[in-house]
């Protein structure tokens, strides 16, 4: 997944970057699983070998989300298992790429 360089603010931006992600679930490229990471209900999302491409955090407060941070830094997600190529995902499939805006 691409790095995003600013937030991404706005209830239809954000949907259109979630569901950019998920077109990449139903086309059998990424798996996403719900799991606590560092507290936080989080979604971490893998390719297909299960090497992991990033993670998805959300902060909740007051019942609404605030807030989603979006881990995708290779050396950080290394406690979690293989790291995954973001890059050549996104070389594979570029016409379903996940794109803030």
């Known amino acids: ?3 995003i360089q600013k937030p991404i603010q706005g209830a239809e931006r954000v949907a259109r970057f979630l569901m950019g992600l998920l077109r990449r679930v139903d086309a059998g490229e990424v798996i996403l699983r719900l799991e606590d990471v560092n507290g936080f209900p989080s979604v971490h999302y893998r390719d297909r070998a299960r090497a992991s491409l990033g993670v998805l955090t959300v902060v ?3 019942g609404v989300i605030v ?5 995708l830094n290779p050396d950080k ?3 979690l298992g293989a ?3 973001q890059d050549a995902l996104l070389r594979a499939g570029s016409d379903a790429a996940v794109s803030p805006e």
């Open 77 to 79: 997600p290394r406690h």
């Open 60 to 62: 909740v407060a007051g």
């Open 67 to 71: 807030e989603m941070d979006n881990l």
């Open 1 to 3: 997944m691409p790095a």
């Open 83 to 85: 790291v995954g190529d």
